[in-house]
Nanobody, 125 residues
Framework: QVQLVESGGGLVQAGDSLRLSCAAS????????MGWFRQAPGKERDFVAA????????KYADSVKGRFTISRDNAKNTVYLQMNRLKPEDTAVYFC??????????????????WGQGTQVTVSS
């Protein structure tokens, strides 16, 4: 059974940091591109960041560039999202996803076929 489980969300103040983790099981993790998406109340699910199979290539949404860093540990079947200098507009449910898109499609949610259940991140002002 393929499963992605996110953790690390919480309530923080603006300017704080959080690190999200996503543990994968039931798949050959190192063969998948891993992505992070987020969905705020009443809004569509938006791309945040993605990382290639061995971490050589990464892509970020403009809104998080310079503040967020995606990384992965294939030995632990885990992908991370380090979030620094958080802003209230970063408040959302954060989802990790696994897929096999080409680089130009990293930001497309339809490129991913396995999703986690999400973890809530709330940033107060």
């Amino acid at each position: 059974q393929v499963q992605l489980v996110e953790s690390g969300g919480g309530l923080v103040q603006a300017g704080d940091s959080l690190r999200l983790s996503c543990a994968a099981s039931g798949l050959t993790f190192s063969r998948y591109v891993m992505g992070w998406f987020r969905q705020a109340p009443g809004k569509e699910r938006d791309f945040v960041a993605a990382i290639s199979w061995i971490g050589y290539n990464t892509k970020y949404a403009d809104s998080v560039k310079g503040r967020f860093t995606i990384s992965r540990d294939n030995a632990k079947n885990t992908v991370y999202l380090q979030m620094n200098r958080l802003k209230p507009e970063d408040t959302a449910v954060y989802f990790c996803a696994a897929g096999t898109p080409k680089y130009s499609d990293y930001a497309l949610s339809r490129s991913y076929d396995t999703w986690g259940q999400g973890t809530q991140v709330t940033v107060s002002s």
